[in-house]
C-alpha cells in the first residue's frame, strides 16, 4: 500500500487528464485567492510603501552582495528552517507541517503527472508528507495554538483564521484514510478531494498566503537593520560606553558610571507562548 501510486488504481474509474485538471485549477485558485488577498489587504502597496519611507531614513546604502547575502540567509533561515520561531515546540512542528505539505504536493502532482511511472519511492514519500504534516498539525492544533496554549481555550472553539490548520489537517487525514482503506473512488476520495478544494480555494479567507508573504516580510525586516533604518527605533547601546554616557547624560546620573546589566528583558522569560 506504501508502495503503490494510489492515483494510478483511480484512472480506471477517473480519467487521468480530470485530474490534472483539477491541478491545474487548484493552481490558479492559489494564485487568484493570493492575488485577491493582496488587493483586500493592500499588503502589496503598504509593503512597498513601508520600504519606500525605510529607505529615505537609511544610514547607509546596501549593496547589492550584501542584499544576496541577506536574500540567501532568509532562504536558509527563515524558510527553509522556520528560524522565525523561537519556541523549539513550534519550530518544530511548523518544519513538520511545512515540509510535509511540500512533500505531499510535490509528489501528488508528480504521480498525477506521470501515471506510467512504477517508482515506489513517490507513493512512500506522499505517504510520509502526509503523516508529517498530520501529525506537525495536529500537535499544533491540541497543543500548540495560542489560543489553546496561552490564552487557556478550549481546542474544538473555531474560528475563519482555522480555515487553513483545519483544511490542511482534513485534507492529510482523507488522503491518508482513502490510501488506508485500498483507495479508488470511495466517499473517503470524496472527503479528501472536498478538503483539499477548500484549502486551495479558500486562499483569500485563510492564512494560505503567508507562505508568499513571511519571506517578503523577514527580507525587509533584515534589510531594515543593515541600512540602519531600523523603522526609526533607536539602536541598542552599551550604557557603560562613555560615549553613549556623553550622550544620554541621565544614564550615569542615575545609574552611575558603570550601570549594571538589566538582563535579557524581553527575552528573560524563554518564549512560550508566541
Ligand atoms: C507549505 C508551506 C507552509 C505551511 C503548510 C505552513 C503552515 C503554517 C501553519 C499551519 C501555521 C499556523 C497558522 C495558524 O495560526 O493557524 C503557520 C504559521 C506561521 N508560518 Fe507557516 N507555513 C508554510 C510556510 C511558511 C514560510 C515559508 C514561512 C516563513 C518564511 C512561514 C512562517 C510562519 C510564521 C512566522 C508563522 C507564525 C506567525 C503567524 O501565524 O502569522 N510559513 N504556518
Given at each position: 500500500m506504501f508502495t503503490s501510486n494510489p492515483f494510478a488504481a483511480l484512472s480506471a474509474s477517473i480519467p487521468t487528464v480530470y485530474m490534472q485538471g483539477y491541478i491545474v485549477v487548484m493552481i490558479l485558485l492559489v494564485m487568484g485567492g493570493t492575488i485577491l488577498d493582496m488587493l483586500h489587504k493592500k499588503s502589496a502597496q503598504y509593503f512597498f510603501e513601508n520600504a519606500k519611507k525605510a529607505k529615505k531614513s537609511a544610514k547607509r546604502s546596501v549593496g547589492g552582495g550584501e542584499k544576496i547575502a541577506i536574500a540567501t540567509s532568509v532562504l536558509v533561515k527563515?524558510?527553509?528552517?522556520?528560524?522565525?520561531?523561537?519556541?523549539p515546540r513550534r519550530r518544530l512542528s511548523h518544519l513538520l507541517t511545512m515540509w510535509g505539505t511540500i512533500i505531499f504536493i510535490v509528489t501528488t502532482a508528480i504521480m498525477i503527472f506521470s501515471p506510467s511511472s512504477t517508482s515506489t519511492l513517490l507513493p512512500q514519500l506522499w505517504h510520509i508528507g502526509a503523516l508529517m504534516l498530520a501529525v506537525g498539525g495536529y500537535w499544533f492544533w491540541f497543543a500548540i495554538r495560542v489560543d489553546v496554549a496561552?490564552?487557556?481555550?478550549?481546542?474544538?472553539?473555531?474560528?475563519?483564521?482555522?480555515l487553513f490548520i483545519l483544511s490542511l489537517l482534513a485534507t492529510s487525514t482523507f488522503a491518508l484514510i482513502w490510501s488506508f482503506t485500498g483507495?479508488?473512488?470511495?466517499v473517503f476520495f470524496a472527503l479528501f478531494i472536498l478538503s483539499s478544494t477548500v484549502l486551495f480555494g479558500g486562499v483569500y479567507w485563510s492564512k494560505f498566503a503567508h507562505m508568499f508573504f513571511k519571506p517578503a516580510a523577514a527580507y525587509q525586516k533584515k534589510i531594515i537593520m543593515a541600512d540602519g533604518s531600523r523603522e526609526n527605533l533607536p539602536p541598542d547601546y552599551d550604557l557603560t560606553d562613555p560615549e553613549v554616557q556623553r550622550k544620554f547624560p541621565d544614564v550615569p546620573m542615575y545609574m552611575g558610571k558603570n550601570p549594571p546589566n538589566m538582563g535579557l528583558c524581553i527575552k528573560a522569560e524563554r518564549a512560550n507562548h508566541y
Open positions: 527563515e524558510v527553509l528552517t522556520s528560524g522565525e520561531f523561537d519556541n496561552a490564552e487557556g481555550l478550549s481546542w474544538f472553539r473555531l474560528e475563519r483564521a482555522d483507495g479508488g473512488l470511495t
